[in-house]
T-cell receptor, first 118, second 112 residues
Framework: GAVVSQHPSWVICKSGTSVKIECRSL??????MFWYRQFPKQSLMLMATSNEGSKATYEQGVEKDKFLINHASLTLSTLTVTSAHPEDSSFYIC??????????????FGPGTRLTVT | GENVEQHPSTLSVQEGDSAVIKCTYSDSASNYFPWYKQELGKRPQLIIDIRSNVGEKKDQRIAVTLNKTAKHFSLHITETQPEDSAVYFCAASIRGNYQLIWGAGTKLIIKP
C-alpha cells in the first residue's frame, strides 16, 4: 500500500523559534496533501490543503503567516511553524491522496510529529 | 458546509460482544464515508469505507452500513477483542472534493 513518512517524529523547541516538518509520499505521487493538528483526546483538525506547485488553502482560523506550507514536488510537502509558542504544542499529521486519476478517495496518513514548545 | 456528528464519545463493551458507533452527516452531496482507527500516539488507519452507491460493506468482523435518506452511517464490530480498544473516527467526503470532514471520535474500551 501507499506509504507516507513524516520527519521528525517528535521535536522539542524553545518559544520563539521555528520548526519545519516534512511529509513525503514514498511510493506514489501526491498532488494534494493535507495538514492536520490534533490535540489530546480530540479529533483531527484540518489546517490546510497543500497543492503541488500552488499556494496552500488554509482553513478558517489558521494563520497562514504562522504555519507556512510548501508543496514543491509531487512527493514532498513541508509545514513550518514560525515563532512557535507553547499553545502550538500538538500532534501534527499529514496525509496524501493518490493522483486524481486514480480516484481511490483514500487518504494515506503519515505517522505524525509530536511538537512540544517550551 | 458539511458537519459530521459521532456518537457515543465513549463506548465500553465486554470482550466478545458487539460494538456500534454511529455518525450523521449534513450534506447530501457527500459520497464517501471512511472509518479510521487510531491508537494512542499513532496515525489514523483506515479500517473500512463505503461509497454512497452501496448500503452495506463487510470485512470479517467489521461492517459499515449507510442510510442515505437519513444521512447516517454506522460502524459495527462483532466479537470484540482487546486489540479493538482504540479511538475510532468517522469521516465524510463531498463529491469532487478530497477534503475529509471528521467526526469527534469514539473511544472504544473492550473489557476483559
Amino acid at each position: 500500500g501507499a506509504v507516507v513518512s513524516q520527519h521528525p517524529s517528535w521535536v522539542i523547541c524553545k518559544s520563539g523559534t521555528s520548526v519545519k516538518i516534512e511529509c513525503r509520499s514514498l511510493d506514489f505521487q501526491a498532488t494534494t496533501m493535507f495538514w492536520y493538528r490534533q490535540f489530546p483526546k480530540q479529533s483531527l483538525m484540518l489546517m490546510a490543503t497543500s497543492n503541488e506547485g500552488s499556494k496552500a488553502t488554509y482553513e478558517q482560523g489558521v494563520e497562514k503567516d504562522k504555519f507556512l506550507i510548501n508543496h514543491a514536488s509531487l512527493t514532498l510537502s513541508t509545514l513550518t511553524v514560525t515563532s512557535a509558542h507553547p499553545e502550538d504544542s500538538s500532534f501534527y499529521i499529514c496525509s496524501a491522496e493518490d493522483l486524481p486519476g486514480l480516484r481511490t478517495y483514500e487518504q494515506y496518513f503519515g505517522p505524525g510529529t509530536r511538537l512540544t514548545v517550551t | 458546509g458539511e458537519n459530521v456528528e459521532q456518537h457515543p464519545s465513549t463506548l465500553s463493551v465486554q470482550e466478545g460482544d458487539s460494538a456500534v458507533i454511529k455518525c450523521t452527516y449534513s450534506d447530501s452531496a457527500s459520497n464517501y464515508f471512511p472509518w479510521y482507527k487510531q491508537e494512542l500516539g499513532k496515525r489514523p488507519q483506515l479500517i473500512i469505507d463505503i461509497r454512497s452507491n452501496v448500503g452495506e460493506k463487510k470485512d470479517q468482523r467489521i461492517a459499515v452500513t449507510l442510510n442515505k435518506t437519513a444521512k447516517h452511517f454506522s460502524l459495527h464490530i462483532t466479537e470484540t477483542q482487546p486489540e479493538d480498544s482504540a479511538v475510532y473516527f468517522c469521516a465524510a467526503s463531498i463529491r469532487g472534493n478530497y477534503q475529509l470532514i471528521w467526526g469527534a471520535g469514539t473511544k472504544l474500551i473492550i473489557k476483559p
